[in-house]
Every structure is written in C-alpha cells, then in structure tokens.
C-alpha cells in the first residue's frame, strides 16, 4: 500500500466524545506501571456505551493482561469488543482478544462496550489491572485533582466547526485526558491523552458558542473548568462545502437505484450526504466474454440510459438546470460530475465487477495479454475520456472529469460467487498480477495528466475466502487502500434468524459458519494488511425473516425460519428509510446491531446508535474508515451518514 494517502483512525480513536468516571481500587501491584481510565458516552432509555483505556507508560509491550472490575448493582455488561469477557458473581474479567491484544510500549489500548440498565449507577465499583489498582495509585485512592487548564483561545473556526486550543495542567499523578464543555457544561468533546487541542464538530453557521475546558486523571478526579471562550463560526454561503477531513468515507451509488429507489445523484446533496463523502464509488461496470470493460455489449447488458443517456430535469439536477436533448453527456455520470463541481474535494471511482458482473474476471486475468486489454480498456474507457458517447472529446484527461480512480469488485477470485462465475485455483496470483499492472498503468496516466488515480478493492469478510484468493502482503502494495465487507454474515437462505453485521461474536450463534466483523478483520490483519489501510464496510439495509418463532428469550434471535421475510425489491431485503419506519416491532440490541422482532417476523438493521457503535469500534482498531453500500439505503434526512459523520469527528 503505498503510503502517501495512509491516515489512520487511530488519531481520532482517543477523541471519542466520552466523559471519564473516578474508580475504587484494589491493593496494588507496582511492577507493569499500567493504567485504565474508564469513561462513558451515549445513554438512552435502557443503557449506555462505556470505554476502558489501557496505557502503558513502560519501556516494553504489555502482552498479557487482565481487567477485572464491578459494576454498580442494577447495572452489566451487554455486549463488549476488543476483548475477551468473562463473569462470575458479578465481577467481570477482560483478557486479550482472540488474536491478542499488545498494549504498545508508551501505547494504548481501547476496549469499548455496551452497558445495560444503570439506573442506579454506572461507575465501576472497583477496577484493577493486573491486580494493581487501575489508576496507578499505590493502595490508597488518589483523591487529589489535576489544575485548571489555562486558557482555551479558538485557532481555527469554519461553517461547522471550531478548533480549541489550552494551557496543559499538572497532576500528582499525571493528567489522563480533557473534556471540552459547552455553556450548558455539557461534555462537547473528549481528548484522552496529553493533547491540548480539539476540534467540536457538528455546529451551525454563523452562530455564537462558549466552550470551557477541565481536565481529568487516571482516578477520574476533574479540575475546575477554565475560563470560557466565546466563538462565532464562520459564515456559510453554500458554494464550497467543508472538506470533510482525511480520514475516508467511502460510499457506493448503484446504477439501478435511480428506478424502483427513486435515489437520484442529486439526493445525496440534498440529504447532506456528499459534503460528508470523501469516495464515491459507482456500480458496477461489466467486463465483456473478450474481457474488456463495456458499457453496453450486444446482449443487452449493461444501462446506457442510466449511466449517460437519461435526460433530468431541473428538479432532479445536481445544478437546478435541467439537461437539453442535445448535449453530449447526461445521466448518473453527468450528475456526478455536477457533483463534483460543487464538492471538489469529492473523488468518483468506477467499480467494475459485482455479484452477478464478476463471471468474466478469471478469463481476463488469466494470461499476460488478457490482463494487458483488461487493463488498457478500462482506463481508456473511464480515465483517459474514450467513452463512446463522447464523440471524440476524448484525450488524456478528460472523461469530463467525472472519474478519479478504477475500484475493484471480483466477487471471489478462486472461490464460489455469483453461480455462473469461472473460478479457478490459479486466480489467486493472477489476481495480483493485474492488480500491480492497474497500478502501473495508473501510474503512467497519472505522470501524463498530472492527476492522481486512486485504486481500491472490495473484499471478502470469510477468511477461506482471504486464504484461497488473495496474496495480502503483495496486494497492499498497489493499493491506495481496500474495503472489507462487514455485513451479509447471515441472510435469508439460511434457514434461522441471525445477525448480518454483528461486531463480535455472539454466544448461541448457531451458525451454520459463524462470522463477525472481528473475524473479519483479523483475517486480513493477521495475513498481512495495515489496518490504517482497510476501510470496513457498513449497510445500509436489513436482511429479515418470517415464519419466526419467540424462542426462549422471546426476541426471535437464532430461531428457526420459514423464509425470507417479503421486501419490496427482494425477498429478505430491505432498506433502513423503510425498516425504521415499521410499527409493531420490538427493538432489540447486541453486538454492535440491532434487531426488529414482531412474533413472526425478524429484521435484523442497523440504526444511528448501532452505526456509531459500528464506526466506534471500527476507530478502536486503527482503521482507515467506512465504506458504505449503499448509499440509497439511508433516508432523506441522513440519518446513517449524520451518525457515521459525528462518530468519525469525535
């Protein structure tokens, strides 16, 4: 991979807006010199969401450790990532994860969960690590509070957003974090470490707001506030949208969603989706039986109309005019080149390939020449402006700007996909082989045109899959970054209810495979990937059954089924927009999703707070963003995007 677009989210993980809680100890132990600090964020009607950070100050890596900590009564643990839980008689004990879990040497590590109930209280009761106490101190709580922060003075102020910048306060201790407050003393902001900088996101334009500033140690003492700053944002006359940042967030828009969704380009202006994307990618284009991208082939194949043929109005445009019958390029690609005018920090990718559009890759990548005119016609096709509705305007560059790399989606090299796909062993190499050509040709267009093409891949959450179709180590080095399918586990052709993108594994899990966002991202991990270099995937729709019985807990979860549950584009699917707006369901939650249960039928969904949970964990792994599919999914609010959004500012 190579490294000049690498940012991981390791940067923003400590940022998570959380608000730190004092600890009761247990007699120490002085020879790891480790910490946890304990904080807490969202609260809802049933529960709250909760953090323990490990740091450790040593000079080596804490390979082996163990948090045990108690819990207010009335108050437990739902559902917890990054580690191993066990509990007996109402302690809880936290272990490293499967595939281990070192805490760097001058590092930390983040173990987030989700609690239930806490009427009564939420703050551990008592918390070690190691058997010593978790704030450090040496067998009596330390009950002394860091100073006052100085300061806070704004450095930087947009439409949306004002930069914070303070004086760092002493500790007997050492300090362990900050909390921005609002006038309400609300905790706007949350900066675990030594940082004395931050940024609150999420504000209106040309709108006055104080801030002040407390800090907090390792036992959860906080300072006085500092003295407020009282800061205007900037004014917002629509035309140049905020960058959204660097971290990625890459979403796919299909063709086809423009018919039975109604979702057109213009739509994700609308709904504040494109001010908060850095990719789009377009589904999909085809590779033709001569293995050479297409638009359109002789069978029929392929959406012309869709993609440059259909004619909007201004209602429907992205600029408010409408198209003419004579201009040279309509459709979803004029639209994303409108789109792109007004958010130029916004990048289009093309997305050959697909479920169903995967069948040609192995014979286009089998030999060297074959890989060559794969190769050749798809940058000249979608980079260098060859389309043929262009009429000639081609040259380098061109394409009317509309895309700015080539994405990936063979669906699978070597293993099962889509019935009628070629699959053979040798796909694996010839895989990398293309890849690194894609790079180079790239490359060379790039150094023509002065531009820089990005190259990215869709990829499988199986680890069979991982083993039997990828070359991870060489792969990496091609690619500007990769997306990991995080959903899909489990759907209706399964003859039980079941999570779709549940975070960690669930107990009971009846399978027939069990899967889970951290078997997936230890699959790719584990063989070689930078998590800085993975951006995992989150949906936008639900998979559902019918014919479900209560089960024993009553909520429908691992019962058997008669189907798949009816939905309006196919059966077992449906989108968020719609699922939200069900009546008579019960809402359920565990492992980072959420479920609707209503007797007999059973979606399983993800909602703003299991999104957040989602991008929450995603930011505790280092990782590089979420990508989207897809991007019809969300309603005409933004409801998901708002969440994803918020979750990756904090």
């Known amino acids: 991979m190579r490294t000049t677009r690498r940012r991981s989210l390791a940067a923003v993980a400590a940022a998570a807006l959380l608000s730190p809680m004092a600890l009761t100890t247990a007699p120490a132990l002085a020879d790891t010199g480790a910490t946890v600090v304990y904080s807490e964020g969202a609260k809802w009607e049933t529960g709250y969401s909760a953090q323990f950070t490990i740091n450790n100050p040593g000079p080596a890596a804490l390979d082996d450790w163990t948090v045990r900590f108690t819990l207010p009564s009335g108050a437990s643990v739902g559902s917890l990532w990054n580690a191993t839980l066990a509990e007996s008689g109402g302690v809880y004990t936290l272990t490293p994860p499967s595939w281990g879990a070192s805490v760097p ?46 300061g806070p003075e704004s450095t930087a102020q947009t439409s949306g957003s004002v930069t914070l910048a303070w004086t760092a306060s002493t500790d007997d201790t050492g300090v362990a974090g900050y909390e921005v407050l609002d006038a309400d003393d609300q905790v706007v902001r949350n900066v675990v470490g030594t940082a004395t900088t931050a940024t609150v996101g999420g504000l209106t334009a040309d709108t006055e707001y104080t801030f002040r500033v407390r800090a907090y140690d390792a036992a959860g003492n906080k300072s006085a506030p500092s003295a407020p700053v009282t800061v205007r944002t900037a004014e917002d006359d629509g035309e140049n949208p905020d960058p959204v940042g660097d971290e990625r967030r890459v979403g796919y828009f299909t063709q086809w969603g423009i018919y039975d969704r109604g979702f057109l380009v213009d739509n994700l202006d609308d709904n504040g989706t494109a001010s908060k994307l850095t990719h789009i990618n377009y589904a999909f284009a085809n590779i033709n039986t001569n293995g050479e991208c297409f638009l359109v082939n002789q069978a029929g194949q392929g959406d012309a109309w869709a993609d440059y043929g259909r004619s909007f109005t201004a209602d429907q445009s992205v600029d408010g005019v409408g198209d003419a019958w004579d201009q040279d390029l309509r459709g979803n690609f004029n639209q994303l080149r409108e789109l792109k005018e007004k958010y130029p920090d916004l990048r289009v990718n093309i997305s050959i390939g697909g479920w169903t559009w995967s069948e040609n890759f192995s014979d286009a990548v089998l030999t060297a020449e074959s890989r060559e005119r794969l190769v050749d016609s798809c940058v000249d096709m979608y980079l260098r402006g060859n389309l043929p509705v262009f009429d000639g305007a081609g040259g380098p560059g061109s394409a009317y700007g509309v895309f700015d790399g080539i ?10 996909g889509y019935e009628e796909n070629t699959v053979r062993p040798e796909d694996r190499e010839n895989f990398t082989a293309v890849v690194d050509l894609f790079r180079e040709k790239l490359d060379a267009l790039g150094a023509e045109t002065g531009r820089d093409y990005t190259l990215s891949s869709f990829m499988p959450a199986d680890p069979e899959k991982v083993d039997l179709g990828y070359e991870v180590p060489q792969l990496m080095e091609d690619f500007d970054f990769i997306t990991v399918q995080g959903y899909d586990y489990h759907g209706g052709w399964e003859g039980n209810t079941n999570h779709q993108s549940n975070i960690t594994q669930v107990p009971g899990d009846p399978g027939p495979r069990t899967f889970s966002s951290e078997i997936a991202l230890e699959a790719w991990v584990s063989r070689g990937a930078d998590p800085a270099d993975i951006v995992f995937g989150v949906p936008y729709y639900g998979r559902g059954w019918t014919g479900v019985a209560p089960g024993p807990n009553g909520d429908g979860l691992f019962q058997a089924a008669t189907g798949p549950a009816p939905g309006p584009y196919e059966a077992g699917i449906d989108d968020f927009k719609n699922l939200k707006n069900l009546s008579g369901y019960t809402l359920h939650r565990d492992a980072g999703t959420a479920w609707l249960y209503n007797g007999s039928t059973f979606w399983q969904f993800d909602d703003a707070v299991s999104m957040t949970e989602k991008v929450d964990w995603a930011q505790s792994q280092g990782l590089g963003g979420i990508m989207i599919w897809s991007l019809d999914g969300d309603d005409s609010s933004g409801t998901l995007i708002n969440a994803i959004d918020s979750a990756l500012a904090d």
């Open 407 to 416: 994405d990936l989606d063979w669906e699978w090299p070597a293993s099962e």
């Open 105 to 150: 040497a001058g590092g930390s590590y983040s173990i987030g969960f989700n609690g239930v109930g806490g009427s009564g209280g939420t703050t551990p009761e008592t918390c070690t690590i190691n058997d010593a106490p978790c704030d450090g101190s040496p067998g009596e709580p330390d009950t002394e509070a860091p100073t006052a922060p100085g």
